[in-house]
Protein backbone atom coordinates (compact mmCIF):
# COMPACT_ATOMS: atom_id res chain seq x y z
CA UNK A 1 0.00 0.00 0.00
CA UNK A 2 1.52 3.13 -1.00
CA UNK A 3 1.95 6.22 1.00
CA UNK A 4 0.40 9.79 0.64
CA UNK A 5 2.33 13.11 0.29
CA UNK A 6 0.57 16.12 -0.38
CA UNK A 7 2.07 19.71 -1.58
CA UNK A 8 -0.05 22.56 -1.83
CA UNK A 9 1.13 25.52 -2.91
CA UNK A 10 1.50 27.70 -6.13
CA UNK A 11 3.98 29.14 -8.69
CA UNK A 12 7.81 29.31 -7.88
CA UNK A 13 6.25 28.10 -4.04
CA UNK A 14 5.12 24.66 -5.68
CA UNK A 15 8.53 24.09 -7.74
CA UNK A 16 10.66 24.67 -4.78
CA UNK A 17 8.50 22.93 -2.51
CA UNK A 18 8.90 20.40 -4.88
CA UNK A 19 12.12 19.94 -5.65
CA UNK A 20 13.35 20.18 -1.97
CA UNK A 21 11.04 17.41 -0.91
CA UNK A 22 12.52 14.89 -3.98
CA UNK A 23 15.64 15.80 -2.40
CA UNK A 24 14.93 15.09 1.27
CA UNK A 25 13.32 11.98 -0.08
CA UNK A 26 15.95 10.95 -2.14
CA UNK A 27 18.43 11.64 0.91
CA UNK A 28 16.52 9.22 3.11
CA UNK A 29 17.10 6.91 0.06
CA UNK A 30 14.33 7.17 -2.08
CA UNK A 31 14.25 6.52 -5.68
CA UNK A 32 12.79 8.65 -8.25
CA UNK A 33 10.29 6.30 -10.22
CA UNK A 34 8.09 8.28 -12.40
CA UNK A 35 5.66 11.14 -12.66
CA UNK A 36 2.21 10.75 -13.56
CA UNK A 37 -0.58 13.26 -14.65
CA UNK A 38 -4.28 12.29 -14.80
CA UNK A 39 -6.05 8.91 -14.72
CA UNK A 40 -7.60 6.53 -11.95
CA UNK A 41 -7.14 7.02 -8.07
CA UNK A 42 -7.96 3.02 -8.22
CA UNK A 43 -4.97 2.06 -11.11
CA UNK A 44 -2.63 4.77 -9.66
CA UNK A 45 -2.97 3.30 -5.92
CA UNK A 46 -2.78 -0.41 -7.57
CA UNK A 47 0.07 0.21 -9.41
CA UNK A 48 2.02 1.49 -6.78
CA UNK A 49 1.66 -0.95 -4.38
CA UNK A 50 4.39 -1.77 -2.02
CA UNK A 51 7.36 -4.23 -3.14
CA UNK A 52 8.78 -6.84 -1.30
CA UNK A 53 11.25 -7.15 1.21
CA UNK A 54 14.49 -6.34 -0.89
CA UNK A 55 13.15 -3.62 -3.34
CA UNK A 56 14.19 -0.11 -3.09
CA UNK A 57 12.51 2.55 -1.83
CA UNK A 58 10.74 4.73 -4.32
CA UNK A 59 8.68 7.98 -5.14
CA UNK A 60 6.32 9.00 -7.89
CA UNK A 61 5.57 12.62 -8.35
CA UNK A 62 1.81 13.32 -9.17
CA UNK A 63 1.52 16.53 -11.43
CA UNK A 64 -1.62 18.37 -11.48
CA UNK A 65 -3.35 15.77 -8.75
CA UNK A 66 -6.36 17.76 -8.54
CA UNK A 67 -7.14 15.74 -12.35
CA UNK A 68 -8.15 12.60 -10.58
CA UNK A 69 -11.02 14.29 -8.62
CA UNK A 70 -11.70 13.51 -5.05
CA UNK A 71 -9.89 10.76 -3.32
CA UNK A 72 -12.79 8.04 -3.21
CA UNK A 73 -13.46 6.91 0.78
CA UNK A 74 -13.74 3.52 -0.19
CA UNK A 75 -9.96 3.41 -1.61
CA UNK A 76 -8.82 4.81 2.20
CA UNK A 77 -8.04 1.65 3.64
CA UNK A 78 -5.16 1.08 0.91
CA UNK A 79 -2.91 4.02 2.20
CA UNK A 80 0.09 3.44 4.25
CA UNK A 81 1.87 5.95 6.27
CA UNK A 82 4.64 3.48 6.60
CA UNK A 83 4.99 2.06 3.07
CA UNK A 84 8.45 2.13 1.09
CA UNK A 85 6.45 3.80 -1.48
CA UNK A 86 5.36 7.06 -1.76
CA UNK A 87 2.96 9.50 -3.86
CA UNK A 88 4.01 12.94 -3.53
CA UNK A 89 0.54 14.61 -5.31
CA UNK A 90 0.93 18.72 -6.40
CA UNK A 91 -2.26 21.00 -5.35
CA UNK A 92 -2.48 24.24 -6.22
CA UNK A 93 -2.61 26.61 -2.65
CA UNK A 94 -6.19 26.08 -2.61
CA UNK A 95 -6.27 22.63 -0.79
CA UNK A 96 -4.31 24.58 2.22
CA UNK A 97 -7.99 26.23 2.89
CA UNK A 98 -10.53 23.09 2.10
CA UNK A 99 -8.24 20.15 2.61
CA UNK A 100 -11.30 17.79 2.64
CA UNK A 101 -12.43 18.74 -0.97
CA UNK A 102 -10.06 16.47 -2.29
CA UNK A 103 -8.65 14.13 0.15
CA UNK A 104 -11.27 12.73 3.21
CA UNK A 105 -10.28 13.54 6.83
CA UNK A 106 -9.38 9.93 7.80
CA UNK A 107 -7.03 9.92 4.89
CA UNK A 108 -6.36 12.97 5.70
CA UNK A 109 -4.69 11.73 9.12
CA UNK A 110 -2.41 9.33 7.01
CA UNK A 111 -0.79 11.43 5.22
CA UNK A 112 1.75 14.31 4.96
CA UNK A 113 0.79 17.79 4.13
CA UNK A 114 3.34 20.75 3.10
CA UNK A 115 2.43 23.87 2.77
CA UNK A 116 4.04 27.03 1.32
CA UNK A 117 4.37 29.50 4.39
CA UNK A 118 1.69 32.53 4.47
CA UNK A 119 3.15 35.88 3.64
CA UNK A 120 1.66 38.61 6.54
CA UNK A 121 -0.64 40.83 5.28
CA UNK A 122 0.50 43.95 7.78
CA UNK A 123 4.51 45.32 7.38
CA UNK A 124 5.52 44.92 10.78
CA UNK A 125 4.41 41.75 10.64
CA UNK A 126 6.49 41.01 6.92
CA UNK A 127 9.24 42.27 8.46
CA UNK A 128 9.21 40.01 11.38
CA UNK A 129 9.07 37.12 9.04
CA UNK A 130 11.36 38.11 7.04
CA UNK A 131 14.18 38.36 9.50
CA UNK A 132 12.94 34.56 10.32
CA UNK A 133 13.36 33.54 7.01
CA UNK A 134 16.89 35.30 6.99
CA UNK A 135 17.85 33.63 10.07
CA UNK A 136 16.07 29.86 8.90
CA UNK A 137 18.80 30.59 5.62
CA UNK A 138 21.61 31.52 7.74
CA UNK A 139 21.61 35.16 6.23
CA UNK A 140 22.62 37.76 8.83
CA UNK A 141 20.31 40.38 7.95
CA UNK A 142 20.29 43.99 10.06
CA UNK A 143 16.40 44.82 10.64
CA UNK A 144 16.75 47.78 8.26
CA UNK A 145 17.78 45.18 5.72
CA UNK A 146 14.43 43.59 6.38
CA UNK A 147 12.74 46.92 6.19
CA UNK A 148 14.10 48.03 3.37
CA UNK A 149 13.02 44.03 1.75
CA UNK A 150 9.57 44.66 2.92
CA UNK A 151 9.46 47.82 1.50
CA UNK A 152 10.41 46.66 -2.02
CA UNK A 153 9.50 43.32 -2.46
CA UNK A 154 5.81 41.33 -2.57
CA UNK A 155 6.45 38.00 -3.45
CA UNK A 156 7.67 35.73 -0.82
CA UNK A 157 9.89 33.36 -3.16
CA UNK A 158 11.40 36.47 -4.33
CA UNK A 159 12.33 37.51 -1.33
CA UNK A 160 13.31 34.07 -0.34
CA UNK A 161 15.81 34.19 -3.97
CA UNK A 162 16.65 37.40 -3.12
CA UNK A 163 17.93 36.81 0.96
CA UNK A 164 19.58 33.99 -0.78
CA UNK A 165 21.68 35.95 -2.62
CA UNK A 166 22.39 38.82 -0.26
CA UNK A 167 23.87 35.86 2.14
CA UNK A 168 26.59 34.85 -0.70
CA UNK A 169 27.30 38.40 -1.08
CA UNK A 170 27.69 39.55 2.05
CA UNK A 171 29.32 36.37 4.75
CA UNK A 172 31.25 38.46 7.02
CA UNK A 173 29.01 41.54 7.58
CA UNK A 174 25.58 42.16 8.24
CA UNK A 175 23.05 42.73 4.75
CA UNK A 176 22.15 46.12 5.27
CA UNK A 177 19.59 48.37 3.39
CA UNK A 178 22.07 49.56 1.17
CA UNK A 179 22.87 46.30 0.10
CA UNK A 180 19.31 45.20 0.06
CA UNK A 181 18.67 48.74 -2.56
CA UNK A 182 22.01 48.05 -4.50
CA UNK A 183 20.98 44.17 -5.07
CA UNK A 184 17.03 44.03 -6.06
CA UNK A 185 16.86 47.47 -7.93
CA UNK A 186 17.44 47.78 -11.08
CA UNK A 187 18.95 51.87 -12.07
CA UNK A 188 15.81 53.49 -12.74
CA UNK A 189 13.93 51.96 -9.37
CA UNK A 190 17.44 52.88 -7.21
CA UNK A 191 16.96 56.26 -8.36
CA UNK A 192 13.30 57.02 -7.62
CA UNK A 193 13.82 55.20 -4.23
CA UNK A 194 16.40 57.97 -3.48
CA UNK A 195 14.50 60.47 -4.86
CA UNK A 196 11.77 59.34 -2.65
CA UNK A 197 13.76 58.85 0.70
CA UNK A 198 15.91 62.35 -0.16
CA UNK A 199 12.69 64.16 -0.02
CA UNK A 200 12.00 62.60 3.26
CA UNK A 201 15.02 62.98 4.60
CA UNK A 202 16.71 66.66 3.21
CA UNK A 203 18.91 64.62 0.71
CA UNK A 204 18.43 67.59 -1.71
CA UNK A 205 21.57 67.70 -3.64
CA UNK A 206 20.69 63.22 -3.96
CA UNK A 207 16.81 64.42 -5.18
CA UNK A 208 17.86 66.47 -7.77
CA UNK A 209 20.54 64.23 -9.20
CA UNK A 210 18.28 61.00 -9.28
CA UNK A 211 15.72 63.00 -10.95
CA UNK A 212 17.95 64.21 -13.67
CA UNK A 213 19.11 60.80 -14.07
CA UNK A 214 15.59 59.84 -14.30
CA UNK A 215 14.21 62.49 -16.44
CA UNK A 216 17.26 61.23 -19.28
CA UNK A 217 15.75 57.64 -19.51
CA UNK A 218 12.24 57.26 -17.56
CA UNK A 219 8.65 58.05 -18.59
CA UNK A 220 7.81 60.95 -16.12
CA UNK A 221 3.40 59.68 -16.01
CA UNK A 222 4.48 56.70 -13.81
CA UNK A 223 7.10 58.41 -11.97
CA UNK A 224 4.15 60.91 -10.39
CA UNK A 225 2.53 57.87 -9.10
CA UNK A 226 5.30 56.67 -6.25
CA UNK A 227 5.70 60.19 -5.42
CA UNK A 228 2.33 61.09 -4.72
CA UNK A 229 2.30 58.07 -2.83
CA UNK A 230 4.60 58.56 -0.73
CA UNK A 231 3.47 62.22 0.03
CA UNK A 232 0.35 61.29 0.99
CA UNK A 233 1.53 59.03 3.37
CA UNK A 234 3.25 62.50 4.80
CA UNK A 235 0.00 64.53 4.98
CA UNK A 236 -1.81 61.55 6.34
CA UNK A 237 1.18 61.52 9.35
CA UNK A 238 0.33 65.16 10.03
CA UNK A 239 -2.93 64.29 11.36
CA UNK A 240 -2.17 64.10 14.57
CA UNK A 241 -2.77 61.37 17.41
CA UNK A 242 -5.37 59.30 14.57
CA UNK A 243 -2.27 58.72 12.30
CA UNK A 244 -1.35 55.12 13.22
CA UNK A 245 -4.33 53.98 12.86
CA UNK A 246 -4.62 55.77 8.84
CA UNK A 247 -0.98 54.17 8.33
CA UNK A 248 -2.91 50.63 9.36
CA UNK A 249 -5.71 51.17 7.31
CA UNK A 250 -3.97 52.23 4.31
CA UNK A 251 -1.32 49.29 4.88
CA UNK A 252 1.39 51.53 4.97
CA UNK A 253 4.82 50.17 5.41
CA UNK A 254 7.24 50.98 8.39
CA UNK A 255 10.04 51.87 6.69
CA UNK A 256 7.97 54.04 4.18
CA UNK A 257 5.91 55.43 7.09
CA UNK A 258 8.67 56.63 8.84
CA UNK A 259 10.27 58.44 6.27
CA UNK A 260 6.46 60.22 5.10
CA UNK A 261 6.57 61.29 8.72
CA UNK A 262 9.89 62.89 8.24
CA UNK A 263 8.92 64.59 5.28
CA UNK A 264 5.74 66.10 7.44
CA UNK A 265 7.78 67.33 10.20
CA UNK A 266 10.11 68.60 7.70
CA UNK A 267 7.93 70.87 5.26
CA UNK A 268 5.06 71.16 7.29
CA UNK A 269 1.15 70.17 6.68
CA UNK A 270 0.67 73.24 4.00
CA UNK A 271 3.60 72.53 1.95
CA UNK A 272 2.97 69.18 1.61
CA UNK A 273 -0.89 69.40 0.78
CA UNK A 274 0.32 72.09 -1.78
CA UNK A 275 2.66 69.43 -3.39
CA UNK A 276 0.53 66.59 -3.62
CA UNK A 277 -2.10 68.86 -5.42
CA UNK A 278 0.39 69.98 -7.49
CA UNK A 279 1.05 66.39 -8.39
CA UNK A 280 -2.42 65.39 -9.03
CA UNK A 281 -2.35 68.71 -11.95
CA UNK A 282 0.19 67.61 -12.88
CA UNK A 283 -0.36 64.11 -14.06
CA UNK A 284 -4.07 65.64 -15.53
CA UNK A 285 -1.93 67.90 -17.02
CA UNK A 286 0.05 65.24 -18.71
CA UNK A 287 -1.98 62.50 -19.57
CA UNK A 288 -4.03 65.92 -21.27
CA UNK A 289 -0.87 66.31 -23.33
CA UNK A 290 0.03 69.92 -22.36
CA UNK A 291 1.87 69.44 -19.24
CA UNK A 292 5.46 70.85 -19.00
CA UNK A 293 7.45 67.58 -18.79
CA UNK A 294 10.10 66.89 -15.71
CA UNK A 295 10.90 70.56 -15.58
CA UNK A 296 7.78 70.96 -13.79
CA UNK A 297 8.28 68.03 -11.30
CA UNK A 298 11.38 69.69 -10.71
CA UNK A 299 9.68 72.57 -10.33
CA UNK A 300 7.62 71.91 -7.67
CA UNK A 301 9.72 69.46 -5.95
CA UNK A 302 12.50 72.73 -5.59
CA UNK A 303 9.25 74.49 -4.43
CA UNK A 304 8.44 72.04 -1.78
CA UNK A 305 12.66 71.79 -0.68
CA UNK A 306 11.96 75.79 -0.08
CA UNK A 307 9.21 75.45 2.07
CA UNK A 308 11.81 73.48 4.75
CA UNK A 309 12.12 75.31 7.97
CA UNK A 310 9.21 77.76 7.06
CA UNK A 311 6.42 75.14 8.55
CA UNK A 312 2.57 76.12 8.30
CA UNK A 313 0.00 74.06 9.87
Request: charge should be neutral; proline fraction near 4%; hydrophobic fraction near 40%.
Amino acid sequence: MPALLLIAASGTAQRRLLEETAAELEKKGYVAAGKQEGGEWSSLLSDNMTGGLFDESRFIIVESAPLFGPFPEKLSSMIDADSSVTLVLVYESEIKSQPAKFIPKDVLAKCRLLKAAEFPRWPRERQIWVANLAKELGVDLAPQGAAMIVELLEDPEEIRAQLKSLGFLKKNSPVTACDVEELCLDDGSRNLLRLLDGLCTGDYAGVLKSLHAMARTGDLIPTLTPIHNRMRLAWYSGLGKDATAFAKALGAKDYAWRMAKQADQRYGHGAVTDFIAALIRMNIEERSGIGSGWQGLETAIIGLMGSAGHTRR
